[in-house]
């Protein structure tokens, strides 16, 4: 397991809304995780990227569907427009 950190997980649903609730299921096993888009969430987690993605790709709605995912570590640096319950969530203490 890696050191804990920030994870984007991104989707591009083409033609169907994403499985929310089995998705927020997964998500549970992180550490923390926040939902800032309707394809868009945020993982605070140790794990490797290829289990995340295995374990998304699993999820029934998810590798049946014409879906594409991207994951992505980012560290301590980031920067955009959120709303303050957003940027309150990435800079809380965790341990």
Partial sequence: MKQKRFVH???NFEDSAPPTK???AAFDKASDWLRYGTQNWI???GLE???WRDRIYKIKGIG???VSILLV???ETYSGYL???EWKWLNKKRS
């Fill in 9 to 11: 997980v991104g989707f």
């Fill in 22 to 24: 089995q998705l927020e």
């Fill in 43 to 45: 993982l605070y987690t």
């Fill in 49 to 51: 990227l290829d289990e």
């Fill in 64 to 66: 049946d569907k014409d």
């Fill in 73 to 75: 570590d980012f560290g």
């Fill in 83 to 85: 709303s303050d319950s």
